[in-house]
């Protein structure tokens, strides 16, 4: 007749006997699966909410966005026409790193908006984490304020605004892919 330690015993070897295969059958599947080309994307994003369908994720993450607005006009600190050769609209953004013509979607408070990088920047805020520069009339609908055409800028006193982003089309223009890079990294000549 077995006793009750008997049994105890029994039940903690095959416990430990069935842990060792798993940990074995994990770490072969581990090995066995391929390296992604790039990192993986962030689980933080809810990308049905943000992708379409038919468009591939290819890289997605979280930052702090700013806003501009580069007219060619000299106002408010422009800095002339944007380094794609376009003029300035709404949806066209700029990264200090990220290859001209890179194309996805930001989120920010629930509401979407669909960009193309077309400019460099944000410059010395990058350093501090802000890493993408938001046209202003895009700045203006997703934090709910208005865009005034006269001055530039976006009303109320929100100028930065944490975001997450969804890469799904990498330019060919000069820059690197991945995670943004500050201006003074020099990415942007990649």
């Known amino acids: 007749m077995k006793t009750l330690s008997d049994l105890r015993g029994k039940r903690r070897v095959t416990a430990v006997a069935t842990l060792a295969g798993a940990a074995v059958l994990v770490t072969s599947l581990v090995a066995a699966a391929p390296a992604p080309a790039e990192p993986p994307v962030g689980e ?11 468009e591939e994720v290819l890289y997605a993450g979280a930052t702090t966005g ?4 580069d007219d060619a006009s000299g106002r408010q600190g422009d800095t002339g026409m944007p380094a794609i050769g376009k003029p300035m609209q709404k949806g066209l953004f ?12 930001i989120m920010y408070k629930g509401r979407k908006a669909k960009f193309f990088i077309g400019d460099r920047g944000p410059g010395i805020p990058s350093d501090s984490g802000v ?12 934090t709910g304020t208005t865009w005034n055409e006269n001055t530039l800028t976006v009303s109320g006193d929100v100028g930065h605004i944490p975001i997450e982003y969804v890469i799904t089309r990498w330019g060919d223009g000069p820059g690197l892919r991945g995670e943004p890079a500050p201006f003074s990294s020099g990415a942007w000549r990649g």
Not at 44 to 54: D, K, T, Y
Not at 94 to 105: D, R
Request: proline residues 8%; glycine residues 8%; hydrophobic residues 45%.
């Open 94 to 105: 700029a990264s200090p790193s990220w290859p001209l013509g890179t194309e996805g979607y």
């Open 66 to 69: 700013s806003y501009f607005w």
């Open 131 to 142: 890493m993408l520069d938001i046209d202003g009339k895009t700045f203006a609908e997703l």
């Open 44 to 54: 933080a994003v809810n990308l049905s909410s943000i992708v379409p369908m038919h």
